[in-house]
C-alpha cells in the first residue's frame, strides 16, 4: 500500500516562517492548496493554524475549503471558463482574468446573485501563460472599470509556471508603473499587486523584490520547500513536511542492466544508468507505487544510495545497492516527492492520505503552545476544528 504522511507540525513551521517573509516586505499572501486535491483533514489543519486567503484552481474542492476556513476570502485560480461562472461566483470571492467576455459574465452573475465578485487582471510578462499583453491594459482596464457588479481588486502575474521562465526585477517593477498608470487615469485605487509564486521567494529572501509587489500565492515552498530558482530548499523551510512510502513486494539480487537488446516499448521513460556495466549484480526492490499512482520521476529516495531503475504502471524498481540494506519484503521505502508527483498522489485513489498528528492531537497541540500567548483575533470557527482551536497559531495569511 502507498502512504502519503502530511505533518502538520512542518507545515506549521513553513507557514510561520513564510508569514514573516511576508511580514517582513509588507505584503500578503493567498495559500494555493490546489496540491492537495481537497484533502480535507489537510485544509482543516491549515483553517486551524488561522489561514485567511486561501486558494484553489478546481471548483469541485471550493465546498471543502469554504468549509475549513470559514471567513477566509476564497480566490480562484483557474482562469474562468464561462461554463462555470456561475460556480465561481457561488463558490469564490476573487478570480484571476484575462477575458472581457469572461468578466461580464461574471459581473452579470455576480448580480443574479446579489454580490461584487472581485477579480485581479492577469497581465503577460513572458511566461506564456494567462493574460493580456502590457499594450491592451487600459483599453481592458477601462471597459471592466464600468462593469457594476466585479471589482479590479488588483493586477497580477503569473511567472515560472509554463515555460520556467525566470522572474526578475523589471517584470516587477513593470507591474509597479502599470497599476500607477491606472491609477492616474482612472482615479482609482487598485490596492494589489499579486505577482508572485513560490519562484519569486528566492528573490524575497534576497530582498530584491520591488516593495509596490504587496501579494503573493504561495503553494509548493510552502508544502515541499522548494526553492525553484536555485535548486534545494528555501532558507529555514521544511522539505519532509510530505513524505511518501511504498511497500516492497520483491527483493532479490539481480543483474543491474538488462541482457540483450532493449527498445523504446515501454509506455513509460526507461531509466538508463550509465554508471552500470552489464554483468553487474546487486538488490533490487519492487515496489508499489507506479505510474498511475504518481510522477515517479519525482519519487526522491529519502536513502540516497538507492536509485530508481524504472516503473511501469503499478510497479517501481529501486537499485538499493550490493546489500539488502536490512530490508525485506513487506517493509516501506521513503521517498521525498517533486510537486508533480504530489499532485498526482493526491488525487490517486490507490494511495492512502494522511495527516500527522490527527487533527485532536494536533489542536491540543497548538492550544497548548499558544495559552497564554496574546494570538490575534481567532478566526470564525472552522466546521473541521475539533474543540475549534481557530487562530491558535495566529499564523494568518492576509
Ligand atoms: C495562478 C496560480 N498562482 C499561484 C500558484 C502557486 O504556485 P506555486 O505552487 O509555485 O507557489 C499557481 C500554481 O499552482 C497558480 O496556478
Same mark, same amino acid.
Not at 492577469?122 to 466585479?150: A, S
Not at 513593470?174 to 513560490?198: D, M, N
Not at 530508481?308 to 521525498?336: E, Q
Given at each position: 500500500?502507498?502512504?502519503?504522511?502530511?505533518?502538520?507540525?512542518?507545515?506549521?513551521?513553513?507557514?510561520?516562517?513564510?508569514?514573516?517573509?511576508?511580514?517582513?516586505?509588507?505584503?500578503?499572501?493567498?495559500?494555493?492548496?490546489?496540491?492537495?486535491?481537497?484533502?480535507?483533514?489537510?485544509?482543516?489543519?491549515?483553517?486551524?493554524?488561522?489561514?485567511?486567503?486561501?486558494?484553489?484552481?478546481?471548483?469541485?474542492?471550493?465546498?471543502?475549503?469554504? %468549509?475549513?476556513?470559514?471567513?477566509?476570502?476564497?480566490?480562484?485560480?483557474?482562469?474562468?471558463?464561462?461554463?462555470?461562472?456561475?460556480?465561481?461566483?457561488?463558490?469564490?470571492?476573487?478570480?484571476?482574468?484575462?477575458?472581457?467576455?469572461?468578466?461580464?459574465?461574471?459581473?452579470?452573475?455576480?448580480?443574479?446573485?446579489?454580490?461584487?465578485?472581485?477579480?485581479?487582471?492577469?497581465?503577460?510578462? %513572458?511566461?506564456?501563460?494567462?493574460? *493580456?499583453?502590457?499594450?491592451?491594459?487600459?483599453?481592458?482596464?477601462?471597459?471592466?472599470?464600468?462593469?457594476?457588479?466585479?471589482?479590479?481588486?488588483?493586477?497580477?502575474?503569473?511567472?515560472?509556471?509554463?515555460?520556467?521562465?525566470?522572474?526578475?526585477?523589471?517584470?516587477?517593477?513593470?507591474?509597479?508603473?502599470?497599476?500607477?498608470?491606472?491609477?492616474?487615469?482612472?482615479?482609482?485605487?487598485?490596492?494589489?499587486?499579486?505577482?508572485?509564486?513560490?519562484?519569486?521567494?528566492?528573490?524575497?529572501?534576497?530582498?530584491?523584490?520591488?516593495?509596490?509587489?504587496?501579494?503573493?500565492?504561495?503553494?509548493?515552498?510552502?508544502?515541499? %520547500?522548494?526553492?525553484?530558482?536555485? +535548486?534545494?530548499?528555501?532558507?529555514?523551510?521544511?522539505?519532509?513536511?510530505?513524505?511518501?512510502?511504498?511497500?516492497?513486494? /520483491?527483493?532479490?539480487?539481480?543483474?543491474?542492466?538488462?541482457?540483450?537488446?532493449?527498445?523504446?516499448?515501454?509506455?513509460?521513460?526507461?531509466?538508463?544508468?550509465?554508471?552500470?556495466?552489464?554483468?553487474?549484480?546487486?538488490?533490487?526492490?519492487? *515496489?508499489?507505487?507506479?505510474?498511475?499512482?504518481?510522477?515517479?520521476?519525482?519519487?526522491?529516495?529519502?536513502?540516497?544510495?538507492?536509485?530508481?531503475?524504472?516503473?511501469?504502471?503499478?510497479?517501481?524498481?529501486?537499485?538499493?545497492?550490493?546489500?539488502?540494506?536490512?530490508?525485506?519484503?513487506?517493509?516501506?521505502?521513503?521517498?521525498?516527492?517533486?510537486?508533480?508527483?504530489?499532485?498526482?498522489?493526491?488525487?490517486?485513489?490507490?494511495?492512502?492520505?494522511?495527516?500527522?498528528?490527527?487533527?485532536?492531537?494536533?489542536? /491540543?497541540? *497548538?492550544?497548548?503552545?499558544?495559552?497564554?500567548?496574546?494570538?490575534?483575533?481567532?478566526?470564525?470557527?472552522?466546521?473541521?476544528?475539533?474543540?475549534?482551536?481557530? +487562530?491558535?497559531?495566529? /499564523?494568518?495569511?492576509?
Amino acid at each position: 500500500m502507498n502512504r502519503v504522511t502530511i505533518n502538520l507540525h512542518h507545515l506549521r513551521h513553513n507557514l510561520k516562517l513564510i508569514n514573516g517573509w511576508m511580514k517582513d516586505h509588507g505584503a500578503s499572501y493567498t495559500v494555493v492548496s490546489k496540491v492537495l486535491c481537497g484533502h480535507s483533514d489537510t485544509l482543516c489543519a491549515l483553517g486551524m493554524m488561522g489561514v485567511t486567503s486561501i486558494g484553489d484552481s478546481r471548483l469541485m474542492n471550493l465546498p471543502v475549503v469554504k %468549509g475549513a476556513f470559514p471567513g477566509a476570502e476564497i480566490w480562484y485560480l483557474r482562469p474562468p471558463h464561462l461554463s462555470a461562472i456561475q460556480s465561481v461566483v457561488s463558490l469564490s470571492d476573487v478570480s484571476l482574468n484575462s477575458e472581457i467576455e469572461v468578466i461580464e459574465a461574471l459581473s452579470q452573475e455576480a448580480q443574479r446573485q446579489g454580490k461584487v465578485h472581485k477579480i485581479i487582471i492577469m497581465i503577460e510578462l %513572458g511566461d506564456l501563460r494567462e493574460g *493580456i499583453l502590457p499594450g491592451t491594459l487600459i483599453k481592458f482596464y477601462e471597459r471592466v472599470f464600468h462593469m457594476p457588479n466585479v471589482d479590479v481588486l488588483g493586477i497580477g502575474a503569473n511567472l515560472g509556471c509554463l515555460a520556467g521562465a525566470v522572474p526578475n526585477i523589471d517584470q516587477l517593477t513593470q507591474l509597479g508603473l502599470y497599476r500607477e498608470l491606472l491609477e492616474l487615469k482612472f482615479h482609482h485605487k487598485i490596492p494589489v499587486i499579486s505577482a508572485g509564486s513560490s519562484v519569486v521567494l528566492p528573490m524575497l529572501l534576497m530582498g530584491t523584490v520591488p516593495k509596490v509587489i504587496n501579494h503573493f500565492r504561495i503553494g509548493e515552498a510552502l508544502f515541499l %520547500g522548494t526553492d525553484l530558482i536555485h +535548486g534545494g530548499t528555501l532558507r529555514g523551510l521544511h522539505d519532509d513536511v510530505v513524505v511518501v512510502e511504498a511497500e516492497i513486494a /520483491e527483493i532479490k539480487e539481480k543483474g543491474l542492466v538488462p541482457m540483450g537488446e532493449t527498445t523504446e516499448m515501454s509506455p513509460f521513460p526507461s531509466v538508463v544508468n550509465e554508471d552500470l556495466t552489464p554483468g553487474q549484480r546487486g538488490y533490487r526492490a519492487l *515496489i508499489t507505487i507506479g505510474q498511475l499512482d504518481t510522477d515517479v520521476s519525482g519519487l526522491i529516495p529519502f536513502n540516497s544510495e538507492y536509485q530508481i531503475a524504472g516503473a511501469s504502471s503499478d510497479i517501481t524498481v529501486v537499485n538499493l545497492g550490493a546489500s539488502n540494506d536490512g530490508m525485506a519484503v513487506g517493509d516501506t521505502i521513503k521517498f521525498r516527492v517533486s510537486y508533480s508527483a504530489l499532485l498526482r498522489l493526491m488525487n490517486n485513489k490507490y494511495s492512502e492520505q494522511v495527516i500527522v498528528p490527527d487533527l485532536e492531537q494536533f489542536t /491540543e497541540a *497548538i492550544t497548548g503552545e499558544t495559552a497564554g500567548e496574546s494570538a490575534p483575533a481567532a478566526p470564525a470557527r472552522s466546521r473541521c476544528a475539533p474543540g475549534a482551536a481557530g +487562530g491558535a497559531g495566529g /499564523e494568518t495569511a492576509t
